[in-house]
């Protein structure tokens, strides 16, 4: 029987149900076009990947508009309405582009040939109700009907989502290469989601005058979140990008956030503060977020350029896979040879014999024992890279449930829940993790009577 032919170009050939006729029977199913088959379905699995990247980005400009559109509110309103009134309508109006390609890249990532998950779906459609409800908060805040803390709250509650969808994206990506990039990602976009908020509220307090205690905890909370951040995308991300981070630490503006940050953690409860610092607070703040953003294009390139290349890969391997189904077509393994040259009747019977006995080591065909320990030995290293960037997004959702589970059962804010579990990671000198999953594992009437949680100290921010 002759061997099934192979296609010489890249493409797919057709199915071999979809060959001839309608009405004529199907063509044999080949093994060729098993193995093409397989390598399209892996581009085009790729090219969703490339285009969920697109998806990401749109998303990631869109938190950056809201960001600056939720810090001009903010001191809008905490000024009754005596500053930043044209700079709130100017970043209202940078969003609103921002909002228009969202929802188009919603459009067409919900598509069936995208593939959705229900998940990416609801949280889009979550999304879209938040997006729906912003020119109404845009209307409250120019008639001030409205408080700078609601206002800040409405639009972080916006951006949360929005980050929860980009979480999902990564957590769903199987190639290590793009899924490493995706965490450093988030956690870029986590730490300018943090920064943003505390540009927002220290504006809110230095535009009012006055700190609260409550006010100036919030500012180490986000302090400290924009720190653990960090170190997450410090372990994903390149050494040319964190070297590039570790440089702009020793701008001129980082010294004086630190100065300024300083003055809100050291105030007295009800203290007054210098009103007049707001600018440069909101200068520096502002200056601090455009590096992050700078960092964030600079990992959508590579993200990108991952996309490109894993395509070509595939692409390169379709061509490999017709060359390899060719070579064993035109030459196949030895001991075939040697099986026809058996039932050869030239051949005495103790000749034909000695061809089927056992190849010696070393001999012709150590190559393809070489090709599978390599490849195995690739394999390996991809899912240990795989592995390491799931379990940063799996920390994250057992903490955030853990802090979700302190909230809900002892009426704790998210500042206080996240100290809390904070304080007993270091008092029992046990992983912020292994407490977070302690703390999933309690039952419900471990919570039943809970003391009052004690204030922990502020760390001073470096």
Same mark, same amino acid.
């Given at each position: ?14 199915? &071999? ?42 998303? =990631? ?67 879209? #109700?938040?997006? *729906? ?37 990564? *957590? ?26 505390? %540009? ?28 653990? +951040? ?6 994903? /991300?390149?050494?040319?990008? %964190? ?6 630490? !020793?701008?001129? =503006? ?5 100065? #300024? ?20 607070? @909101? ?39 017709? =060359? #390899? ?9 030895? %001991?075939?040879? /040697?099986?026809?040259?058996? @039932?050869?009747?030239? !051949? ?16 012709? +065909? ?14 390996? =290293? ?42 007993? +990671? ?13 703390? #999933?594992?309690? &039952? ?16 001073? &921010?470096?």
């Amino acid at each position: 029987m002759p061997p099934p032919a192979v296609p010489l170009s890249p493409s797919l050939p057709p199915s &071999p149900a979809a060959s001839g006729a309608p009405d004529a029977p199907p063509q044999p199913l080949t093994a060729s076009w098993l193995v093409l088959r397989a390598k399209q379905s892996e581009i085009d699995a790729v090219r969703h990947l490339a285009d969920r990247v697109a998806l990401v980005d749109a998303t =990631g400009q869109l938190i950056q508009a809201l960001q600056r559109e939720r810090g001009a509110s903010s001191i809008y309103l905490a000024s009754q309405g005596a500053r930043f009134a044209d700079a709130r309508q100017a970043t209202a109006e940078e969003a609103r582009p921002a909002q228009a390609r969202l929802r188009a890249a919603f459009a067409q990532h919900a598509e069936p040939a995208q593939a959705p998950t229900a998940r990416m779906l609801s949280l889009m459609a979550w999304a879209l #109700l938040g997006l *729906d409800a912003l020119e109404p908060l845009r209307l409250q805040i120019g008639r001030r009907a409205l408080s700078a803390q609601d206002a800040v709250a409405a639009y972080s509650h916006l951006i949360a989502g929005l980050l929860e969808l980009v979480f999902h994206m990564a *957590d769903a990506v199987p190639q290590p290469a793009v899924s490493r990039l995706l965490v450093a990602f988030l956690h870029l976009v986590q730490t300018q989601e943090a920064a943003g908020q505390e %540009r927002a509220v220290g504006a809110l307090l230095y535009a009012s005058g006055r700190c609260t205690d409550a006010d100036r905890q919030r500012v180490v909370h986000l302090i400290d979140a924009q720190e653990r +951040s960090l170190r997450v995308f410090a372990e994903f /991300a390149d050494a040319q990008l %964190r070297e590039r981070w570790e440089r702009e630490q !020793l701008a001129p =503006g980082v010294a004086k956030l630190e100065r #300024l940050r300083r003055t809100l953690c050291a105030a007295r409860p009800d203290a007054a503060l210098d009103s007049d610092l707001i600018d440069a607070w @909101f200068a520096v703040c502002s200056e601090r977020i455009d590096v992050l953003q700078q960092l964030q294009a600079a990992l959508v390139e590579r993200l990108r350029a991952a996309c490109a290349a894993l395509i070509a890969e595939a692409r390169q391997d379709l061509r490999d896979s017709q =060359g #390899l189904l060719r070579r064993l077509r035109d030459n196949p393994p030895p %001991r075939t040879h /040697a099986v026809d040259r058996f @039932f050869d009747g030239a !051949l005495a019977p103790e000749e034909a014999a000695a061809l089927l006995a056992p190849a010696p080591p070393g001999g012709e +065909s150590p190559s393809l024992l070489d090709l599978l320990q390599a490849q195995s030995a690739r394999l390996a =290293g991809m899912e240990a890279e795989l592995e390491a960037a799931r379990r940063a997004l799996h920390e994250r959702k057992v903490i955030e449930r853990a802090k979700g589970v302190l909230m809900a059962r002892l009426g704790m804010s998210e500042d206080a829940a996240f100290r809390a579990l904070q304080k007993t +990671s270091m008092d029992q000198n046990r992983r912020l993790l292994d407490v977070a999953e302690a703390t #999933l594992s309690l &039952p419900d009437f471990a919570f039943g009577a809970p003391a009052a949680p004690a204030s922990p100290t502020p760390s001073r &921010p470096r």
